[in-house]
Each structure stands twice: as C-alpha cells, then as structure tokens.
C-alpha cells in the first residue's frame, strides 16, 4: 500500500472514492464533479492509500488556508474502506499529511474535527499528538 497525492482522477479513481465517501457518512450526496474539483483546487490536497491494483482503500483531504493569526490547515474526509481496516491505513494516511505539513507548509497548524462516537479515530488523533481544543464548532449551510 502507498500514499499518493491525487491531482487528476479516472473513472476508476472516481468511483472509488465516491464508494469511501458514503462510508464516511451515507447521507451525504457527492458527485464525481466535486472529486474532480478537489483534486483540481491549489489549495486542497487529497491524498489517497493506494493498492498494488491502484484500489483507494483510504483518503484523507488537507485543506490550507492564510488567516490573519497564520497559515492554517484542515484534516477533512478520513476514511478507511471497510475492507481495508485494521490495517493501520487511517495512521499512514495521518502520517503522511503531517511530514506533508512539515515539509511544505511549516510554520502550520493543523486542525481536525470528528465525532465523539468516532472512538478509534479520536484515539489515533491523539496518538499522533493532535490535542483536544476547548471549543465549539458551528456550521452554517448555506
């Protein structure tokens, strides 16, 4: 398995993360004009564990952004294919952003959201060294 960065995609590549993306959450509606939109953006870096077949078994999004306090980034979309957990992908994906992030964009903070019932992923966000902040997350769709 290998970690690669996606900057365009085929059909196959489509179709699979759009398979990881109703893993992630079965209720929300992406196209396969969305995926080629991330993949297309300067500012968002998608990132894919890959078999030896090129199967995605996992994808994990870093989106980076200027604010006035420093440049920012954001862990979006982790997910693991079913089929390929317990494999430690979800880690090797983390990892791979993070010396990303080291390499590229340091100076950086890097922040991610997830679910309290998300217990393994919550405990491997700790592992790696990301701390719980004291806030609270407000969403406006618009």
Known sequence: MKIVELHTLNRAQSADLLGLMKELDPDIEVTPEMLS???????????????????????ASLCVFASPTGLKASVEDVVVGSAFRGQHLGRALLDHIISYARAELAPV??????????????????????????????????
């Open 37 to 59: 939109a991330t993949v297309a953006s300067t500012t968002t870096h998608l990132f894919a564990a890959v078999d030896d077949g090129g199967r995605m078994a996992g994808c």
């Open 109 to 142: 903070d890097i922040h991610l959201t997830s679910r309290p019932h998300r217990v393994a992923a919550n405990a491997l966000y700790r592992s790696l060294g990301f701390k719980q902040k004291e806030t609270n997350v407000y969403i406006l769709s618009i």
